[in-house]
């Protein structure tokens, strides 16, 4: 028995992919094997722990529930996207650092994509709304303390970074990018 | 003088690659091995008849199906019981893939490796095991009948029996004032590590070399037993272990049975092999805790004090016991708390079951030890209309006796001594910190109001840092950089920050010129691993001592170039100079290279190692007898006892009047690991621990049905909470310093969880006005118990638990 394989193109993270997958093939697998991609973690597989979040077009995504031949056309982005080019990191990204939002970091990747989403439709969120944002991801280590912690603080540095950019604080405003 | 790290809430090192996706987890390796996957038994009882692999066989990429006829010599024999003990009757351990017969849903009985895990998980599904299948037994009760047995040869399910004494317990009860009995229940649960297990092995058969990366608690353990199955010598193989997503205590059990079939395939196929474990796989493969049901008998005085306790535990460890009956030796000595009980009996029977195996998990035996004390502390409460916190105070430990002898034997096979702590602080901490004493006027203004409020307090001392040791070894390269490693494996607790915060205070040197390695047999063979919340006291003391030697080499090097006195030199950033007299100093990478006499100059800064460069003793030679070349120094930290931290959770509920709903409204924590290495990672280890005993006590648990079916073996299905089911968590620490290492510190891992259930049942049974007893308890459960209790099928509280056995049973 061999089955059909298909030839694909991806764009990932703001770069072409190409990749030859049968079309079971789930994106997660096809990012993690098929293009190194191993930042998106796989924690069920069933689409309930949100550890393999990714964003396509501009949405958290489970990428365990879609097949890597129905993510072309669409651009994806992984944790390995978020930071800028130059290496500086997403304000989500630091924030989860500053505020100890991870531990073993295996959900994080998740975490990361979702609440770097989230921000730009909410980009000054109560702390009640920081843990509604994050309700669909599961971490096993943290508690979510520190998770919602910098949910709001990532918040707080896009505002900062926003009021001291060119053009001032309306950069950060809801409605950008989407 | 540079900024002291030890104690600052300084950030985690390890988390630049890990919020950008550059960790290295088990399954983000080995990009080109085989995946392996494996034929499960789908009965909890059989026997296996037949093994029918013809269908797979023509699966297009399938490289080999391996089963139990397939293994020879040792590999043939059963695995290892990790930790023999002279309580253990009957210890059974699986084979690494089924022999004849299966114990459990999930059990391994067929390897199949192919070119990739789709591939492999078809040539599964093709093939056809025959099972006859036998009788399960589920359930602490079943299993205590025994009128099904779980492995042949057994008359009964007993794997383990054990009494303790200290006095006369029995006597003690009955010749007390006041004597009530308690019959207490606690569910299945388990570790659920975001990451499952996980094995990847390369086999060099040029070298005869090993090279086994596992998702594991210990690298030496997993070595040690490899090698021993495999029919290696322990140079033939290196573990490292990479980083894990989560453990909890499921990843210190091995050597798993995939953990030695992975690269025993390896070897056998010439090819690198992994597996990586799927989450149903996780639920009902690897391991769970908890079940335990208690009966409590106290004798007590009028003051509340504890005359005499009895405990009677029957445990289930489940369908083998590889990891011994340390969790029920846990719960029988750590039951204790910060209490002195007066004359004490514990009793277990460790029981098998043909479900999941039962080792520990984060809290391991202790939440059901404190679950069965906290509860009778409540009880007697009760029955004395005592204030809860009274009670407790009544029966502390002071400070003033500790040491204190609590005159059992611990679960590291030493002396259960309590080596320091302040009962008496905490509690006032935590009462303050809850308002308990304002908690009467709110209660009743709530209930005037028509709602349910409740709250409650348990207390718990936990034996951390138990040894046998760990070892540090700390190196200074010539470009001034430190290399520092630990055996022991890490899982998220930040030791590469808190060792590299102690090693940088110890030697002067700026945090970021150190890297910590844990977890790597090429870099530290000798270790133990990491459990018990055991990490920082046992490999934090370790990579102080040796990074004392080597200050102290270095010293010694230095005040040689220097023409000092080592007394007069002091190392600041990274550099030996004179005390006063900055200007007179020289790189520590200096004396690294001056620490090695060489003949062959490398670089510009190696020549002065030389042989003709410099003044030389030619009394002497270049490397003096007691002295070895190169600037390092490695030391093992083996403690006398195991040390104790403690503390006290207080939380407040909610009960909806209507649907029973449970809702925290505060949880409070106060918390004595000794001296913190990191409060900003303490604080981290305690929010998880809550979160899980939140968990444990009102959302997790393993539905197994009768048949011995995980009917719950999904993220969808067991409720693992998510941030909208934990509450904030409240902290407020204690330090009181261990005597017993040179940091003063002890272990701060598993703490949040330990009093979860006690605390959670105390605050709903105050809200309630009846005994819960069992954990955890749903909304549903609670529900019926309203109804049982308002028909008086339950009693009210006070006097509910003189009633035994009646509440909530």
């Known amino acids: 028995m061999s089955e059909e394989l298909h030839e694909i193109r991806l764009r990932v993270n703001g770069a072409e992919h190409t990749a030859t997958v049968p079309a079971r093939r789930l994106l997660s697998d096809c990012l993690r094997q098929d293009l190194g991609l191993t930042g998106t973690h796989v924690g069920c597989e069933h689409g309930v722990c949100g550890a393999c979040t990714v964003r396509v077009d501009g949405r958290p995504t489970r990428s365990c529930l879609m097949f890597a031949v129905s993510a072309q056309g669409h651009e994806i982005t992984t944790v390995e996207g978020l930071a800028e080019p130059d290496g500086t990191l997403h304000p989500v990204q630091r924030a989860f650092r500053e505020c100890h939002g991870l531990q073993c970091g295996f959900c994080t990747p998740g975490f990361l994509t979702v609440v770097s989403a989230y921000l730009e439709d909410n980009p000054d969120p109560t702390e009640e709304e920081a843990r509604e944002a994050v309700g669909g991801n599961l971490c096993r280590c943290t508690g979510y303390q520190n998770i919602v912690k910098a949910v709001l603080r990532a918040a707080e540095i896009r505002r900062e970074e926003a009021a001291a950019a060119p053009g001032g604080e309306r950069a950060a405003g809801a409605g950008e990018r989407r | ?809």
């Open chain 2, 1 to 809: 003088m540079a900024t002291r790290m030890f104690g600052m809430p300084v950030q985690r090192t390890e988390d630049e690659r890990l919020i950008t996706g550059k960790g290295g987890y088990l399954d983000d390796l080995g990009a080109g091995a085989y995946a392996a996957a494996f034929v499960r038994s789908p009965h909890a009882h059989a026997r296996v008849r037949d093994i029918d692999v013809t269908g797979a066989l023509d699966v297009e990429g399938l490289v080999a199906v391996y089963t139990h006829e397939d293994l020879s010599g040792p590999m043939a024999e059963p695995l290892p019981l990790l930790i023999p003990h002279p309580a253990i009757l009957d210890g059974r351990t699986p084979y690494a893939l089924a022999k004849e017969y299966v114990h459990y849903v999930g059990e391994p009985v067929v390897m199949v490796v192919a070119r990739d895990r789709y591939v492999a998980e078809d040539a599964v599904g093709r093939i056809a095991v025959d099972y006859e299948t036998l009788d399960p037994v589920v359930g602490i009760e079943a299993a205590a009948r025994a009128e099904r047995v779980v492995h042949a040869g057994m008359s009964d399910n007993v794997a383990a029996h054990l009494v303790q004494e200290v006095g006369d317990a029995r006597a003690a009860i009955a010749a007390a004032p006041n004597r009530i009995e308690l019959d207490l229940d606690i569910e299945r649960s388990a570790c659920t590590p975001m990451e499952g297990r996980g094995v990847y092995a390369r086999w060099d058969g040029r070298d005869a070399m090993l090279r086994l990366y596992s998702s594991t608690q210990t690298a030496s353990g997993v070595r040690a037993a490899v090698a021993a199955k495999l029919g290696l010598q322990l140079g033939q193989v290196e573990v490292v272990v990479p980083d894990v997503g989560g453990g909890f205590g499921v990843k210190i059990v091995h050597p798993w049975p995939e953990e030695l079939m992975v690269p025993w395939a390896a070897r056998a196929l010439g090819h690198e092999v992994k597996w990586a474990e799927d989450r149903r796989e996780h639920f009902t493969a690897a391991a769970h805790e908890r079940a335990q049901r208690q009966h409590v008998t106290v004798g007590f005085d009028d003051e509340g004090r504890l005359l005499g306790l009895d405990v009677d535990i029957l445990h289930d460890n489940g369908a083998y016991l590889p990891y011994g009956i340390i969790v029920p030796i846990v719960t029988s000595t750590q039951l204790l708390g910060p209490y002195k009980p007066g004359a004490y009996r514990v009793e277990f029977r460790s029981l098998y079951t043909t479900t999941a195996i039962v080792t520990p998990y984060r809290g391991a035996g202790r939440p059901q030890g404190v679950f069965a004390m906290e509860r009778t502390m409540d009880a007697i409460a009760a029955h004395l209309g005592m204030d809860r916190a009274d009670v407790r105070a009544a029966n502390f430990i002071q400070p003033e006796e500790m040491p204190y002898d609590q005159g059992l034997l611990f679960q590291d096979g030493r002396p259960l001594i309590y080596d320091s702590g302040d009962y008496p602080a905490s509690l006032e901490k935590i009462k303050k910190l809850v308002g308990w004493d304002d908690f009467t006027a709110y209660r009743d203004a709530a209930r005037a109001e028509g709602r349910k409020v409740g709250i409650g307090l348990a207390c718990y001392v936990e034996g951390t840092g138990p040894g046998p040791y760990e070892g540090g070894h700390v190196q200074v390269e010539t470009s001034g950089k430190v290399r520092v490693a630990t055996g022991l494996t890490t899982q998220g607790q930040g030791h590469q920050t808190a060792l590299a915060q102690i090693v940088a205070d110890e030697l002067g040197v700026p945090m970021s010129d150190i890297s910590v390695t844990t977890g790597d047999t090429r870099r530290m063979p000798y270790s133990v691993g990491t459990f018990a919340s055991r990490g920082a006291v046992m490999s934090g003391s370790a990579v102080a001592l040796a990074a004392r030697r080597l200050k102290e080499k270095a010293l010694r090097i230095a005040a040689d170039a220097l023409e000092a006195d080592a007394e007069d030199l002091e190392i600041v950033d990274g550099r030996v100079q004179v005390r006063g007299t900055p200007s007179a100093g020289i790189e520590l990478g200096t004396v690294a290279v001056l620490s090695n006499p060489l003949r062959y100059a490398f670089d510009e800064a190696s020549k002065a190692a030389t042989q003709f460069t410099g003044a030389a003793d030619y009394t002497r030679p270049p490397v003096a007898a007691d002295d070895e070349p190169g600037l390092e120094g490695t030391d093992f930290y083996s403690p006398l006892r195991s040390t104790f931290a403690s503390g006290m959770h207080a939380v407040v509920v909610e009960t909806d009047p209507e649907t029973a709903e449970i809702r925290i409204l505060r949880y409070c924590v106060v918390h004595d690991c000794g001296k913190l290495v990191n409060p900003l990672i303490v604080e981290g280890q305690v929010h998880g621990g809550v979160a899980q005993g939140v968990a444990g006590a009102l959302y997790e648990r393993m539905e197994y049905d009768s048949g011995g079916q995980l009917l719950n073996a999904s993220f969808m299905d067991f409720l693992m909470p998510y941030a909208s089911e934990v509450p904030k968590v409240e902290i407020d620490h204690l330090e009181t310093p261990s005597p017993l290492n040179p940091l003063g510190i002890k272990g701060a891992g598993e703490a949040g969880v330990i009093p979860g259930a006690a605390v959670i049942a105390a605050a709903v049974e105050d809200a309630e006005g009846f005994a819960i007893t069992r954990m955890p308890v749903s909304p549903s459960e609670l529900f019926h118990l309203r109804r049982r209790f308002d028909k008086g099928g339950i009693a009210p509280l006070p006097g509910a638990y003189s009633r035994t056995g009646e509440a909530n049973a």
